[in-house]
T-cell receptor
Framework: DAGVIQSPRHEVTEMGQEVTLRCKPISGHDYLFWYRQTMMRGLELLIYFNNNVPIDDSGMPEDRFSAKMPNASFSTLKIQPSEPRDSAVYFC???????????FGEGSRLTVL | AQTVTQSQPEMSVQEAETVTLSCTYDTSESDYYLFWYKQPPSRQMILVIRQEAYKQQNATENRFSVNFQKAAKSFSLKISDSQLGDAAMYFCAYLYYTGANSKLTFGKGITLSVRP
C-alpha cells in the first residue's frame, strides 16, 4: 500500500487567499484525522471522520476552516481566507476500526505571508 | 478530558547509552491504547511502540521498551544502545475509542539529541 498521501507538500500563499489541502487515506481505513503542528501548540487535532462522516470538529479553530470527506478515499481541508497565523504543518492520518495505530502522511507545510 | 504530559522538552544521550523519556496521562477510562511516535527532521511521524492498557506486560520492540504503570498513569520509553539515527522528536500519545468516537491525543513532545 502507498500509505497516506497528502498534497501539496509545501504551499506558500498570501494572506487572504484560499488554501486547499488534500489527503488520500490508506484503503480500507475507517477513520481519517486532520492534525495541525506548530512549535507553540504542538500537535492539535482539528477534525476526524468515521466512514466519511465528521465525528468531532471541535478542534477546528474558526469558521475559516472547513473539512470534507466526499468518499472513502479523499478528504480536503480548506482555509478561506488564510492568515499568517495559519502557517503550520498539516497532517492527515488514517486508521482501521479494529486497530489503534494511526498512519500519518508526510504533512503539508503551509506558509501564509 | 484526556491529557498527555511530557514535562521534559529536551534530552541528550551519548551514543550506545540508554535513555528514558517520560510521559504521564490523565484518564478515567480503563481500556485504551498508548503510543510513542518518532518524528525525525524529515517530519514523517513513525510509530515506535504501542501498548494496550489491558495488557500488564510491557511492550518491547528491539531496542525500544516501555515501562507502563497503569495505576500511576505513567508510560515511559526506554531506548537502549542509542544510535545517531534515534535523534528526533518523540511524542507520547493516548487513544481511547468507543463506537465511532476515537481521538488520539498527543503530548507536546521531547527533542532527543544523540552525542557521537
Amino acid at each position: 500500500d502507498a500509505g497516506v498521501i497528502q498534497s501539496p507538500r509545501h504551499e506558500v500563499t498570501e494572506m487572504g487567499q484560499e488554501v486547499t489541502l488534500r489527503c488520500k487515506p490508506i484503503s480500507g481505513h475507517d477513520y481519517l484525522f486532520w492534525y495541525r503542528q506548530t512549535m507553540m501548540r504542538g500537535l492539535e487535532l482539528l477534525i476526524y471522520f468515521n466512514n466519511n462522516v465528521p465525528i468531532d470538529d471541535s478542534g477546528m479553530p474558526e469558521d475559516r476552516f472547513s473539512a470534507k470527506m466526499p468518499n472513502a478515499s479523499f478528504s480536503t481541508l480548506k482555509i478561506q481566507p488564510s492568515e499568517p497565523r495559519d502557517s503550520a504543518v498539516y497532517f492527515c492520518a488514517s486508521r482501521r476500526q479494529d486497530t489503534g495505530e494511526l498512519f500519518f502522511g508526510e504533512g503539508s507545510r503551509l506558509t501564509v505571508l | 478530558a484526556q491529557t498527555v504530559t511530557q514535562s521534559q522538552p529536551e534530552m541528550s544521550v551519548q551514543e550506545a547509552e540508554t535513555v528514558t523519556l517520560s510521559c504521564t496521562y490523565d484518564t478515567s477510562e480503563s481500556d485504551y491504547y498508548l503510543f510513542w511516535y518518532k518524528q525525525p527532521p524529515s517530519r514523517q511521524m513513525i510509530l515506535v511502540i504501542r501498548q494496550e492498557a489491558y495488557k500488564q506486560q510491557n511492550a518491547t520492540e528491539n531496542r525500544f521498551s516501555v515501562n507502563f504503570q497503569k495505576a500511576a498513569k505513567s508510560f515511559s520509553l526506554k531506548i537502549s544502545d542509542s544510535q545517531l539515527g534515534d535523534a528526533a522528536m518523540y511524542f507520547c500519545a493516548y487513544l481511547y475509542y468507543t463506537g465511532a468516537n476515537s481521538k488520539l491525543t498527543f503530548g507536546k513532545g521531547i527533542t532527543l539529541s544523540v552525542r557521537p
